[in-house]
């Protein structure tokens, strides 16, 4: 094969790669009847909301309590003399 | 007046009695009426000594015995720890008890004998290293052992001030008891305990709190009130603890009375606040003063009265404790010693032999007072300061009650609830009571026999009904 027929193949084949430009278009607008859809099952959930009521959280101050008087029995002894 | 001439009259008998030339020893001073100088001279004599004679221990016993144990506080423990005499032996206890170093201080303690003098304060000391150590039997053996050695010999002594420090003595060695057994929850034990302390007794007025705390505890708050309205009396004037404020309040929180609450509360800012400012102020000012605390501490109840009320009344507390008393008579002592010397010194001629010891013994004596001095007006400077101290970490305490109480209004509040009274007032039926008590309405006036045992009788007001909406 000469360097002249290779040459005609080739551009050949370059002709067969080109394919048409394809332009794609999307619905700019759809309707849905929402009143029209239905759905087909079986409804397990309660028919209302319910929310169980419970006491606030309070958080009570530790306040003041005597553990003892240890410091009073230390102090009393080195007033003694 | 009359002192002061025996005293001339006696100043010839001491010359003839020591050997001016040479240095006398312990027992020549200590005849000569040398006390403070015969126990330096006889604990230094001892110190050399490598076998030490009987005698001259049953000497430095009888020395420490008349000056009080605190003259040998400035002695090296290393070289006392060698003299084996009960006096020092209590010192070293006592010493070690206040480095909380326990084994070491049961170690010198349990060797004071019945008879000893420092015998009944030993036995508090071990008492209170074995409730720490949780040995309740051996602590109650200790305070039994404390109270009956104490009470016997403030009935032996004739000295008012001796008799004084073992009668505060037994009454500790009791309140140890009522104290431990508060500490471990049985507040009606403890309840019991305090009730055996007499109505007399010097701690009685201080003990009143402890008891009121322990009514606190098993809820019976209107005789916590009952108990803290007897500060309140004019007998009980010189006794004021702001701890009693804080418990009055949270008494009448508890009892959901929480505008009285309240009331006590600002009282007690409005109170303390300018008052403890003052005496801060004081305290600060002279708080590097080694003598203005001990200068206080020497006026007179009338002059104490001009002082700020703070500074007076703190005064008069620390007076009224035999710590206070005992350094102030042993001062005394000290002074009249130093001065005698100082005295037979003058009238020695310039080159006698005598000047040399002599003139050491007068700077030992002075050293003595020094530390004396110190003493006191260390101790009325602690105390002072701790008492503010006091003061703050409790405002802080009524401050917490104050913002319960907000919390709990809005609770109510929000909860559209109202106490079921807003504002609940006393009757008898309030008032819990055995079958030995009696009860009298209070007119205003305190009297005597009836304080400490006061009781309200304020119903409980927690409960809470719903709020009515208001009528449109």
Redesign the interface.
């Known amino acids: 094969m000469n360097k002249w027929t290779a040459f005609f193949l080739l551009c050949s084949f370059a002709a067969f790669a080109q394919e048409p430009k394809t332009i794609y278009e999307y619905k700019k607008y759809e309707k849905f009847d929402l009143g029209d859809l239905e759905v087909k099952g079986q409804l397990i959930a309660p028919g209302d909301l319910s929310v169980r009521e419970r006491d606030r959280r309070r958080f009570e101050l530790d306040l003041y309590n005597r553990a003892d008087f240890d410091p009073n029995i230390k102090h009393d002894i080195q007033t003694l003399r | 007046m009359k002192f002061l001439f025996i005293l001339l009259l006696a100043l010839p008998v001491w010359a003839q009695e020591i050997n001016w030339k040479d240095k006398p020893d312990a027992a020549q001073l200590a005849e000569a009426g040398f006390i403070y100088a015969a126990l330096d001279a006889q604990v230094r004599h001892l110190a050399k000594q490598k076998d030490q004679e009987s005698a001259d221990l049953e000497l430095l016993e009888e020395l420490v015995l008349k000056t009080?144990?605190?003259a040998l506080e400035d002695y090296d423990r290393g070289v006392l720890s060698k003299m084996h005499v009960a006096s020092v032996h209590f010192l070293l206890g006592r010493e070690a008890?206040?480095e909380k170093k326990a084994k070491d201080a049961q170690k010198w303690l349990v060797n004071v004998p019945r008879w000893h003098r420092y015998y009944p304060?030993a036995r508090?000391?071990l008492a209170?290293m074995a409730a720490d150590a949780g040995a309740e039997g051996e602590r109650e053996a200790f305070e039994d052992q404390c109270f009956e050695a104490a009470g016997k010999r403030a009935e032996e002594v004739n000295s008012p001030l001796l008799k004084r420090?073992y009668t505060?003595?037994a009454e500790?060695c009791i309140?140890?008891r009522a104290?431990k057994l508060?500490?471990a929850a049985k507040y009606t034990e403890a309840i019991e305990a305090y009730a055996k302390i007499n109505k007399r007794a010097y701690?009685w007025p201080?003990l009143l709190l402890?008891k009121a705390?322990a009514f606190?505890?098993v809820q019976d708050y209107n005789r916590s009130l009952g108990l803290l309205v007897t500060y309140k009396s004019p007998l009980l004037d010189s006794y004021f603890e702001p701890e009693a404020e804080?418990l009055t309040a949270?008494s009448y929180?508890r009892l959901c009375l929480y505008d009285d609450s309240l009331v006590v509360i600002d009282q007690f800012y409005n109170n303390y606040k300018p008052r403890t400012e003052a005496l801060e102020g004081m305290l600060n000012a002279h708080k590097n003063s080694q003598t203005h605390f001990f200068e206080l501490m020497q006026l007179s109840p009338e002059q104490r009265r001009q002082l700020h009320p703070f500074i007076g009344q703190l005064a008069a507390q620390i007076g009224q404790?035999?710590?206070?008393a005992?350094d102030q008579a042993s001062l005394v002592k000290v002074k009249a010693e130093s001065d005698r010397l100082a005295q037979v010194l003058q009238t020695l001629p310039s080159n006698h032999r005598a000047r040399g010891w002599m003139k050491d013994s007068v700077a030992h004596l002075g050293a003595v007072k020094e530390n004396l001095v110190g003493r006191i007006n260390y101790?009325a400077k602690k105390d002072m300061f701790e008492f503010i101290s006091d003061v703050y970490a409790?405002s802080e305490?009524l401050f917490?009650?104050k913002?319960?109480i907000i919390?709990r209004k809005k609770?109510l509040v929000y909860g559209s609830k109202k106490l079921i009274s807003d504002r609940g007032r006393g009757s008898f039926k309030q008032v819990k009571s055995s079958r030995f008590e009696q009860f009298w309405k209070f007119h205003g006036a305190f009297w005597a026999d009836e304080l400490g045992d006061f009781s309200f009788g304020l119903a409980n007001n927690c409960s809470t009904v719903k709020k009515e909406a208001p009528r449109e």
């Open positions: 009080n144990v605190e008890w206040k304060e508090l000391l209170d420090y505060v003595l500790d309140t140890i104290r508060y500490k701690k201080y402890e705390w606190y505890n804080v949270l929180f404790r035999p710590r206070f005992l101790h409790l305490e917490k009650v913002l319960e919390s609770d």
